[in-house]
């Protein structure tokens, strides 16, 4: 089945969810009117329906492949990868001086879900290239910048991460990967990493490895950690490629999910230490990935968005199409009905498209806040955004990944047996939604991250700021008397009211019983999520109620708050009375 | 990671929750004394974990294949079912009068979950196998049962359902297989089958095939449904095996999970009909179906318990040797934890344990139920227990198999990064246990069932007299005055309150709106669930307060009540007001 580019509410959420009018306004994305949203989004959404989307299941069946070191990615990924870059998509969200485009994060968010709903192991290398970009661009010597940024930002060369290593995934205290001076200025890199995304592979003549190592006389623990850059290829005064570096993919995994991306583990140094340059200062390089944290995470929550748009566009062709059952209205021996008008079957499409569009609206609301965070010109205001964006982006990541999940689970319901053989489509996308609330900072790690350093930010007012917000959208829908927003304002202040209190209790407890709020991290987050996206859903249906898709928005945002959002207050009791049940758990596990 | 059959936590479900105590009390189990129960579940636990556990990978990696229509299984297979086969464990619930031992369901419900957390696609052949012996044993002529049901029941022959054509799978209406009448009284079966588990294999030496199909003359609808008797070789008058029927495996499918266990397209009847043999009577193959339907489904309930203990050993197996992190009490610069101390993945693992003890509960309700159904004397208590079995077949079915997912997902994700790479194990479960939801009818389908067929029972006295039992747990939790207990009465109390109502809501809806109350019927299936698997939890808990383990049952039934039933509420309002969000998605999918 194939993808279409829900490009009509991607435009209503960033217009009346995400604030892309106001943006405009504020003259703070000049370069977005006159149709331009929706002119590149048409391209975008053409190429990704035309080029990568049927690439998607050939990419799952073939895989990438290993073989004496190097890697073959699937039948014609490297024809596409070519084609897309050359039409200039790579270069997108890379900065003007190096060939970017440099367009805001918003517009860029739309692109960047189309290519990962069309192909989420294709738009995987990209976005890692994008974090390598940022990286060099920002602590990057002029050396560094010159040789390497044009190439990234036209998509010629790839960008890695490598930062795990056997013993070290969410721990990066742990790192031993070994960085030593030259007297020339460079470092010889020594280590194995392991799960290098796209470590290896035969898209781009060169590879850009960004590598966390520890120089000799490193403190220990993470403030002695150092960003490298180290080419596959070294790079000739004249930007010809030179010698192959000391560095091969050693190794390639076999996963449940994303085959043709390629993840490798890559051996540096065997013959006595690839070459690499520092990006930024020495034992700084944690600071440097932390730059990227945010785009990086946002980038894995669109993810999730879209491999749970796709599954829900290919469940939903799936239940017009079969015929099983009769409608209950049907006379006495019709025929079959699609089951489609099976009351079970729509509350399940219900479902999954209400988890979507709410992931897209929190996503989409993280973009515009790191737009506002670069764009504004007054101090204050480029702080506000700063802390909305921070706040919102582990919820954005970890609800957006977790109904990724979800939803293709429920698209593979809804298949019935069909949904269980692979040729079908639906399992694949529930096998590649999996890694995305692992990578990234798993989804565990998000929930601390926003409970122990998100919410105390501005002492707690960028959590209130976000929640009055929610408070005024309630009071909206309250207001606007519309009898297609059912229960939708009473379930909604129910959930703001359960956020508020859950706030409070997380922000008086997170100082004296730490471990009480950590077990409440992952409910606290979920309950922030609810609050956010089903205001958000309610947001745009107010927007668009005279539209010709209003009534659908209204029926989602209904749908959302009726049966999703009630979950609310059993979150917040997870939140403020589950920490004895959790701690229970230390003499159940002591063996 | 190897499997270890939870043993005590088995017993003591049997014992407290499923009222094992009570049945040999009454007389009702008489072969479960004097240590029976322990002495044959150690038994099943040495072989399930020493012989089939080690399979379980060996199986999906290699899966079974098939060329020139031979299936051949995985290596190892063939030897491990031959001895488990000879070992006794397939005569486990067959009749005694075919050399069966007709042991308590109650007991064997044990071994069954044991099988399948060994290796589900191992487990799931004999299950059908069970299937055909129950319908072969029920309405077969005394000619099918002396030629068939002994070798089927020593595990010889292996029996197959043929249930499912392309055009019609929950929906059996729309079946075409033919079946023509023949001089002999036998006959000639034509037409195609998809989906059929262990449809050809080379386990066994004959192959017993159960094949529903339509006279010429046969009503239209589920009124003109025959069941038929088709074996691969025909059988002599001395036993021995004749020619080869007119029938093939003419392709396997390729699926997400259960690699080893073939899933066969059937083609029977092309060389002019394949010779079959009627059970029961022309026209009324359903009402045989229906005989084996609720141990079936039960099964399939285990196959959920059984798969998320297997993924819920193995999560806490890795959270007690991985390390990241120092622990929250830890002194600076501390070494790595285990990751079992963080309060996070203490929360997953909590959740994965309380999860399946619960299901595990349900389960094994059904399976006493059932027992009762049989052997009570008294023709009143007779049929309250197969009311009682009525009930709680679907809501075990569902609930099990859907946290099966739920558990080995959360399994997944415990294991970071290693997760999502196959060789760790962790995502076969999760492919494996995604068909579980599926087959055997789906848990839309099983949510249908509970509302409009179960729920009437008795003018819904049934249920009423489940509820009486779960208030009567609650009260004992108040008495108990327990500490260790937590919020558990109230959130019990809660749950049970909303199943009343949700119950209430149900029996008068039903009637004048259907719509509505199917709608409602997935919350409303999930909703008893929590209310039985969490006054179940707690009713081992008050049982076991003074045993070594009871610290353990109660910390488990503490955190299903805290953390899982809360969500009782919010499905209340999904029974109770959530018919016109379901309503409005007719508008949105009319495109």
Chains 1, 2 share one sequence.
């Not at 409970?451 to 829908?477: C, D, H, N, T």
């Amino acid at each position: 089945m194939s993808y279409r580019a829900p490009v009509a509410d991607m435009i209503a959420t960033m217009r009346h969810v995400a604030g892309l009018d106001q943006l405009v306004t504020d003259g703070l994305a000049p370069e977005l009117d006159d149709g331009v949203v929706e002119a590149v989004l048409d391209e975008a959404a053409k190429f990704a329906t035309d080029v990568i989307a049927p690439l998607n299941r050939v990419g799952d069946k073939f895989g990438s492949t290993l073989k004496d070191g190097v890697v073959t990615t699937p039948p014609g990924w490297k024809d596409a990868y070519t084609a897309w870059a050359q039409a200039g998509w790579n270069a997108l969200p890379g900065p003007e001086a190096y060939g970017g485009q440099g367009l805001p994060t918003l517009l860029q968010s739309a692109c960047t879900e189309m290519w990962n709903s069309a192909a989420l192991a294709f738009a995987l290398g990209p976005l890692l290239t994008v974090g390598a970009i940022e990286a060099v661009h920002a602590h990057g010597s002029e050396y560094l910048k010159e040789t390497y940024l044009a190439k990234l930002v036209s998509g010629e060369w790839m960008g890695t991460m490598n930062l795990t290593e056997p013993q070290a995934g969410s721990d990066l205290n742990a790192l031993r990967t070994k960085a030593e001076r030259q007297q020339d200025g460079t470092y010889r890199i020594t280590g194995q990493k392991i799960f290098i995304t796209y470590g290896e592979q035969d898209l781009t003549a060169n590879i850009v490895h960004l590598v966390l190592a520890r120089l000799p006389d490193a403190p220990a623990g993470t403030r002695g950690i150092s960003l490298f850059l180290v080419p596959k290829y070294l790079v000739n005064a004249d930007g010809s490629l030179g010698e192959h570096n000391d560095l091969r993919c050693s190794g390639l995994e076999h996963k449940l999910g994303i085959h043709a991306s390629p993840t490798c583990s890559m051996a540096y140094g065997d013959k006595g230490g690839a070459i690499g340059w520092l990006i930024g200062e020495e034992n700084r390089g944690l600071a440097c990935m932390f730059t990227m944290m945010n785009n990086a995470r946002l980038n894995v929550a669109l993810q999730g968005v879209a491999i749970a748009e796709r599954a829900y566009q290919q469940a939903l062709a799936f239940a017009q199409e079969r015929r099983q059952g009769a409608a209950l209205d049907a006379p006495k021996g019709a025929a079959m009905s699609p089951i489609v008008v099976h009351p079970d079957v729509r509350r399940m499409l219900m479902d999954m498209r209400a988890k979507t569009q709410a992931s897209r609206a929190i996503s989409y609301q993280v973009a515009e806040a790191l737009d506002r965070s670069h764009r504004e010109t007054d101090a204050g205001k480029r702080k506000a955004a700063t802390e909305r964006a921070a706040v919102l982006t582990p919820v954005a990541k970890a609800y957006a990944t977790d109904i990724g999940i979800d939803v293709a689970s429920t698209g593979v319901q809804i298949h019935g047996g069909m949904g269980f053989i692979e040729e079908t489509g639906a399992a694949q996308h529930l096998r590649d939604a999996r890694i995305c609330t692992i990578y990234e900072g798993t989804n565990g790690i998000q929930a601390i991250d926003l409970v122990l350093r998100k919410l105390p930010l501005s002492g707690g007012e960028a959590v209130k700021a976000l929640i009055a917000e929610m408070r005024g959208i309630v009071a909206q829908v309250e207001g606007a008397n519309a009898p297609g927003f059912g229960h939708t304002a009473v379930r909604l202040k129910a959930a703001v009211d359960a956020l508020e209190r859950a706030t409070e209790w997380m922000l008086a407890t997170m100082g004296t019983k730490q471990g009480d709020a950590l077990a409440g991290a992952t409910p606290y987050l979920k309950l922030f999520a609810l609050a956010q996206g089903g205001t958000g859903l309610a947001k745009k249906a107010l927007a668009t109620g005279s539209e010709p898709d209003g009534a659908n928005d209204l029926a989602t945002a209904r749908f959302f708050a009726e049966l999703v959002v009630t979950e609310a207050p059993a979150l917040e009791l997870a939140v403020t009375e589950g920490a004895g049940a959790v701690e229970d758990a230390a003499a159940v596990f002591a063996a």
